[in-house]
Structures are given as structure tokens and as C-alpha cells.
């Protein structure tokens, strides 16, 4: 099992910044992606940014804005958000996806709640 932890989360105004971060433990296999997910009121969770060993992959509304890095040794990822919009209001999921051959196994963490106000 794998358990998260995030934090980071809060209210801030448009044109701010906030940092998200995300400590994985457990059985993390050598072969991973760690990202950040986000569910807004009525919508559909849909993925921010994803980061592997030697990649990274980024939502389009949010490329230039948010930047997502790890710390291997830490098993931590973190994605610093700047210039927020009222449109990145959201819950903040992380997800760490553990890959074996062609079978893969996602965790998530509880969700942290990120408000940004106009």
C-alpha cells in the first residue's frame, strides 16, 4: 500500500502563489509518476501535471503558470502554482502511480483545497 500526504493548500488572490506538496510512503515501486489532479464543483477531476523520472506533462491551461518537480530521495512532489485564477479554485489530488510491465497501480491522496479569490 501506498499512503499520501499533501499539504499546501488555502485561500489566496488572483495573481498569487501557492505550493503543494505530496509525501509518498510505502511500497513505491522503482518505476512511478507522481502528479497533481484537481476537482472543481460539478466537474470532472482532470489532471494538472504529471512528472516522471525524465518527463513532465502539464495541463494547457496551466502551462507557464504552475511548475511541478520531486524529490526522489524525500519520495515528495510539488508543484508550485503562480499567477492563480479564480479558475484554478479546486480540490487538489495527489496521485502517485506505481507501473509494473504493462499494469499500473494509482494512490490518491485526500485532497487539498485550494481557493482563489477575484
Known amino acids: 500500500q501506498v499512503q499520501l500526504v499533501e499539504s499546501g493548500g488555502g485561500l489566496v488572490q488572483a495573481g498569487g502563489s501557492l505550493r503543494l506538496s505530496c509525501a509518498a510512503s510505502?511500497?513505491?515501486?522503482?518505476?512511478?509518476?507522481m502528479g497533481w489532479y484537481r476537482q472543481a464543483p460539478g466537474k470532472q477531476r482532470e489532471l494538472v501535471a504529471t512528472i516522471t523520472t525524465g518527463s513532465t506533462n502539464y495541463a494547457d491551461s496551466v502551462k507557464g503558470r504552475f511548475t511541478i518537480s520531486r524529490d526522489n530521495a524525500k519520495n515528495t512532489v510539488y508543484l508550485q502554482m503562480n499567477d492563480l485564477k479564480p479558475e484554478d479554485t479546486a480540490v487538489y489530488y495527489c496521485n502517485l502511480r506505481n507501473m509494473h510491465y504493462a499494469r499500473t497501480f494509482d494512490y490518491w491522496g485526500q485532497g487539498t483545497q485550494v481557493t482563489v479569490s477575484s
Open positions: 510505502g511500497s513505491i515501486f522503482s518505476i512511478n509518476a
